[in-house]
């Protein structure tokens, strides 16, 4: 069996970026003792019924784990290195807002095992920031990146593009500012409207518009050549990294491996008993946490994937990845022959358009196909 992914969610936030449709709440007060208990008990009980499954990589999502004391994150390290049986790479990512006195942390978090930072800069323009509902600057960003790769031994940085106004020029150069700082790995992300967001409002009574299709498709294709320039590789389709620095808890996600996720609202892929299984915990934070202390566990929802689901569900996260999809791996994973999947008129014709590499034993959308991967997708599966 592969090794596990673990996901652990910290659910809490400074403030709710008005882009973000992601699990976070504003608290006046974090009951962090309470949340770290109860991850800590959830941890257990997961940890008790998968048993002592290698563990590759263990991620610190949000919310903003950077509000987390490194007490804190030190103990679930240690709880999950002791569940779980840690491979010699084990890969620990916290991610990070780049404010002064979430910086400060940093050392904290070092010494407590964690060895990959995800920095959430979203932009080097102070107007931007503003716009974006940030609570740093620009200055502050810079100088938490350059800390955060001078204790880690790994570092990400993550910006959003494609913001109003935003002219290529422009991307050009704030890509330039940010490949300058010696970063091995990149997520650059197009800002999209997400349903119920502050954003969502916003943009439905015209206090901003997007730039179109093809000026958002130029800032991508700026992206790209810009990271090539300075030894990054796009391995998917908003992340890029130098040889050998993918995120590989995120690979597990788009290889279709086992994740477990713990904490408000995570989700999870897990075998057992020869049964891929997806969870997913309860949101609010207040009740998840009443629900582990009742059963130990705040799942909501627990349900077996068929082999179809499993094989669409692999097919859209696949072809995500520069490297595509495995034949043999994906056999294996879903029970499910990967072309009996595909409609072989749209393969044909995708593969003549440049869309998609076919060869015996992989499928690769091309850098072309992944740009248009969203309609590929519905027109390729059966």
């Known amino acids: 069996m592969q090794p596990l992914a673990l996901y652990i969610h910290w659910p809490f936030c400074r403030a709710k970026c008005p882009y973000c449709d992601f699990n976070s709440h504003v608290r006046e007060h974090i009951p962090e003792n309470r949340i770290i208990k109860a991850l800590r008990t959830e941890l257990a009980f997961e940890a008790e019924r998968l048993g002592k499954r290698r563990l590759a ?22 709880d999950a290195t002791t569940l779980f049986a840690p491979e010699p790479d084990l890969e620990i990512t916290l991610e990070a807002n780049p404010t002064s006195i979430e910086a400060e942390r940093f050392k904290g978090y070092r010494g407590a095992g964690v060895n990959r930072v995800s920095i959430g800069v979203q932009s080097l323009d102070d107007a931007a ?3 974006l509902g940030r609570q740093h600057s620009a200055a502050e960003a810079i100088a938490a990146a350059e800390l955060g790769r001078s204790i880690f031994p790994r570092a990400s940085f993550d910006l959003i593009y494609a913001q109003p106004g935003q002219s290529l020029s422009n991307w050009r150069d704030e890509l330039g500012r940010v490949l300058a700082l010696g970063f091995d790995h990149l997520s650059l992300y197009q800002l999209t409207i997400e349903p119920g967001t502050q954003f969502a409002t916003r943009f439905a009574r015209g206090d901003f518009v997007l730039p179109e299709n ?3 498709a130029a800032l991508y294709d700026a992206t790209a050549e810009a ?10 389709i908003s992340n890029y990294a130098r040889p050998g620095q993918q995120s590989r808890h995120n690979l597990a ?5 086992d994740y477990a996720g713990i904490g408000p609202g995570a ?5 057992i008993d020869d049964t891929l299984l997806a969870t997913r915990r309860h949101r609010a934070p207040e009740e998840w946490a009443s629900r582990v202390e009742a059963n130990s566990h705040g799942s909501v929802e627990e349900v077996k994937i068929t082999p179809d689901e499993r094989a669409r ?10 490297e595509g999809i495995d034949a043999a791996a994906y056999r294996a994973r879903t029970g ?9 008129g749209i393969v044909d014709q995708a593969t003549l358009a440049g869309y998609l590499e076919v060869t015996p034993d992989r499928l690769i959308a091309t850098a072309e196909g992944r740009k248009r991967l969203d309609s590929l997708l519905a027109a390729l599966i059966r």
Do not use: C, K
Request: charged share 20%; net charge negative.
């Open 129 to 131: 920031l503003r716009f």
């Open 267 to 271: 989700h999870g892929r897990i075998t």
């Open 214 to 216: 093809d000026d958002a």
């Open 253 to 257: 996600y788009w290889r279709y491996q």
């Open 336 to 344: 499910i022959p990967l072309h009996d999947m595909l409609d072989p």
């Open 57 to 78: 990589s263990i991620f610190f999502g949000g919310g903003t784990p950077s509000l987390m004391a490194p007490d804190s994150v030190a103990a679930l390290i240690d």
């Open 313 to 322: 569900e692999a097919l859209l996260m696949g072809l995500r990845l520069a």
């Open 227 to 236: 990271a090539t320039r300075f030894g990054l590789e796009q391995y998917e």
